[in-house]
Each structure stands twice: as C-alpha cells, then as structure tokens.
Nanobody
C-alpha cells in the first residue's frame, strides 16, 4: 500500500508562485506515474498534469500548460508541482495521485485509473 501526502499549499496573490510536494510512503513507489488533480468548490475534479515515473515525461491540461511544471525525485519518492503566474481560477484543493500500471499517457486524465490518492492541500489565489 502506498500513502500519498501533499504539502505546500497556501494563500498567494495573483501572479505569484507556489510549489507543492507529494511524498509517497509505505513502500518504494514502483508504479508508472504520478499526477496532480484539483477540485474547486462546486466543480468536478479536474486533471492538472502527470509525470511518468521512469522517463519523466509530462503531460498537462491546457489550462495550466506553460505555467505549471511537474517534476519528481524518484530516490525520495516525491513529486513536485511548481505553479507560476497563478490566477484566481487556480484556487482549489490540489490532490496527488499515483498510477500503478498501464499507460500514463492514456490514463492521464482518467481518475478511475489512479490507484492511490492523497488527502489534498488547499491553494487559494487572491485577486
């Protein structure tokens, strides 16, 4: 079993930056990828981006492409989300999630294909 814990959320002004972390514990993560999702009040959960654990390939939603960057430290079982030029519409609870097997590309925006989820961390962007 893998436990995922997010950290780094907070309140930031529009145009600012934040870096979120997602640490995996319980056992060394040997799945195929990890991703970030977010959910704003009253809205559906939204795919943000994903990284393949071996090759480091990344895929992003159009809404964050060019502003957000996902990276990982495999040795530390940790994934990061660097968020730049934040906008009020980025306000949400951000969740990290992990895919055990299969295709990271085809599963990237399918929440049912993620096997583990963290509890989430709040990001609030003020205008």
């Amino acid at each position: 079993q893998v436990q995922l814990v997010e950290s780094g959320g907070g309140v930031v002004q529009a145009g600012g930056s934040l870096r979120l972390s997602c640490s995996a514990s319980g056992r060394t993560f040997d799945g195929v990828g990890m991703g970030w999702w977010r959910q704003a009040p009253g809205k559906d959960r939204e795919f943000v981006g994903v990284i393949s654990w071996i090759g480091g390939n990344t895929y992003y939603s159009d809404s964050v492409k060019g502003r957000f960057t996902i990276s990982r430290d495999s040795a530390a079982n940790t994934m990061f989300l660097r968020m730049n030029n934040l906008k009020p519409e980025d306000t949400a609870v951000y969740y990290c999630a992990a895919i055990n097997s299969g295709s990271v590309y085809f599963s990237r925006n399918v929440p049912e294909d993620y096997d583990y989820w963290g509890q989430g961390t709040q990001v609030t962007v003020s205008s």
